[in-house]
C-alpha cells in the first residue's frame, strides 16, 4: 500500500443477489447517502477478514461466499467538509480492497439492525440504478469496482 499512507485502508463489499442485482443501504440520517457496504480494516485484520466482519456487521448476515477479491487497492477522497471528525486530518480518503460475493441467503436473513446501526434502509439495485444513487464523490471508485465484477452483476 506504499503510496497510500494518507488514505485509510478500507473494504467494500459487493453483494450480489442470485438474481444478480447489487445490496445497497441508505447511510442512517442521510436521507440520499446510498452505498455498498464498507468499513475500516482494523490493526492486524486482513482485507478479507474485515470484509467478513462488515458483513456481519452492516448487513447483519453470514449468507454470503466469496466469488472474487479486486485486483488492486481503489481510492477515493472525501470533500473535507463531509470527513469523519474521528479522522483527526490523519487521511484525505479512503483505499478500499473491494470483494465480490454471492448472498445464498432469502431477504428475511438480513438484519440491518442486528448491531450498531450503518443503514437505516435497503435494497436491492441493478448495477446502473445503483450507480445513480452514489454520491458523487465515491462514483468513480464504484464505476471502477461496476467495470471489475461487471461479468457477476445484472
Known amino acids: 500500500m506504499s503510496g497510500l499512507a494518507r488514505y485509510r485502508r478500507n473494504v467494500g463489499l459487493m453483494l450480489i443477489a442470485p438474481d444478480r442485482r447489487i445490496f445497497v443501504g441508505r447511510r442512517a440520517g442521510q436521507a440520499d447517502a446510498w452505498q455498498m457496504p464498507q468499513g475500516g480494516v482494523d490493526d492486524g485484520e486482513t482485507p478479507i477478514e474485515a470484509a467478513?466482519?462488515?458483513?456481519?456487521?452492516?448487513?447483519?448476515?453470514?449468507?454470503?461466499?466469496?466469488?472474487?477479491?479486486?485486483?488492486?487497492?481503489?481510492?477515493?477522497?472525501?470533500?473535507?467538509?463531509?470527513?469523519?471528525?474521528?479522522?483527526?486530518?490523519?487521511?484525505?480518503?479512503?483505499?478500499?480492497?473491494?470483494?465480490?460475493?454471492?448472498?445464498?441467503?432469502?431477504?428475511?436473513?438480513?438484519?440491518?439492525?442486528?448491531?450498531?446501526?450503518?443503514?437505516?434502509?435497503?435494497?436491492?439495485?441493478?448495477?446502473?440504478?445503483?450507480?445513480?444513487?452514489?454520491?458523487?464523490?465515491?462514483?468513480?471508485?464504484y464505476d471502477a469496482v461496476v467495470a471489475e465484477f461487471r461479468d457477476l452483476v445484472k
Not at 470483494?99 to 435494497?123: M, N, S, T, V, Y
Open 52 to 141: 467478513c466482519r462488515e458483513l456481519w456487521e452492516e448487513v447483519g448476515t453470514a449468507k454470503a461466499l466469496l466469488l472474487r477479491e479486486s485486483g488492486r487497492w481503489h481510492t477515493y477522497e472525501v470533500p473535507e467538509p463531509v470527513r469523519p471528525a474521528s479522522w483527526k486530518g490523519r487521511w484525505i480518503g479512503q483505499a478500499q480492497r473491494w470483494f465480490a460475493l454471492a448472498f445464498i441467503g432469502r431477504d428475511a436473513d438480513i438484519d440491518i439492525a442486528a448491531h450498531e446501526r450503518e443503514f437505516d434502509a435497503w435494497q436491492w439495485l441493478t448495477a446502473a440504478e445503483m450507480l445513480d444513487r452514489i454520491v458523487p464523490f465515491k462514483r468513480p471508485t
